[in-house]
T-cell receptor, first 108, second 114 residues
Framework: SQQGEEDPQALSIQEGENATMNCSYK?????LQWYRQNSGRGLVHLIL?????REKHSGRLRVTLDTSKKSSSLLITASRAADTASYFC????????FGKGTMLLVSP | EAQVTQNPRYLITVTGKKLTVTCSQN?????MSWYRQDPGLGLRQIYY???????DKGDVPEGYKVSRKEKRNFPLILESPSPNQTSLYFC?????????????FGPGTRLTVT
């Protein structure tokens, strides 16, 4: 069963704009992870946020976590065409399960 | 270079003809997993393995078999493939299971069953 659900399903923006994707999950977690997938390729790990953290940064990425609402958001600032990809959240105690992803299109 | 490799990358086969997709990792990871990815359904886990000789069913195990005889290898076996197994398959590995660990993904195997 899928633990996380991303929202929106698809997002289209212009280069330079910020992109925000949300993830909701169902059960308690230790950590939550975000991954990126370029079209048809293997997923690549972006960032892990622990359940006792509220916010984490990595370059142009900012992740927030609200365990009371069972939700997380991924913000990509100053988007580039190269950020075009699908983004997935993932969590799970014994085995990692993924949501269906948000497809981000960044137009030049 | 640390990596997960899968073979073949592309495969077209016919219904009922047994096939094996190989997966190998060179990072000495304990945990390995297989996923299938279909449009609109995201990634769904087929089987996973916490260690050598230990395998467990994921969300969609029907029609698949796996084995973990060596730490580095985790082949996916389709004994009698059917068209509904046409999909994009990914192998992944990590130091352990669950959300404590980053997973490393292979490049994917695109399977078509006619």
């Amino acid at each position: 069963s899928q633990q996380g659900e991303e929202d929106p399903q698809a997002l289209s923006i212009q280069e330079g704009e910020n992109a925000t994707m949300n993830c909701s999950y169902k059960t308690s977690i230790n950590n939550l992870q975000w991954y990126r997938q370029n079209s048809g390729r293997g997923l690549v790990h972006l960032i892990l946020i622990r359940s006792n953290e509220r916010e984490k940064h990595s370059g142009r990425l900012r992740v927030t976590l609200d365990t009371s609402k069972k939700s997380s958001s991924l913000l990509i600032t100053a988007s580039r065409a190269a950020d075009t990809a699908s983004y997935f959240c993932a969590t799970g105690y014994s085995t990692l399960t993924f949501g269906k992803g948000t497809m981000l299109l960044v137009s030049p | 270079e640390a990596q997960v490799t899968q073979n073949p990358r592309y495969l077209i086969t016919v219904t009922g003809k047994k096939l094996t997709v190989t997966c190998s990792q060179n990072m000495n990871h304990e945990y390995m997993s297989w996923y299938r990815q279909d449009p609109g359904l995201g990634l769904r886990q087929i089987y996973y393995s916490m260690n050598v000789e230990v395998t467990d069913k994921g969300d969609v195990p029907e029609g698949y078999k796996v084995s973990r005889k060596e730490k580095r290898n985790f082949p996916l076996i389709l004994e009698s493939p059917s068209p509904n197994q046409t999909s994009l398959y990914f192998c992944a590995s990590s130091p352990g299971g669950g959300d404590d660990y980053e997973q490393y993904f292979g490049p994917g195997t695109r399977l078509t069953v006619t």
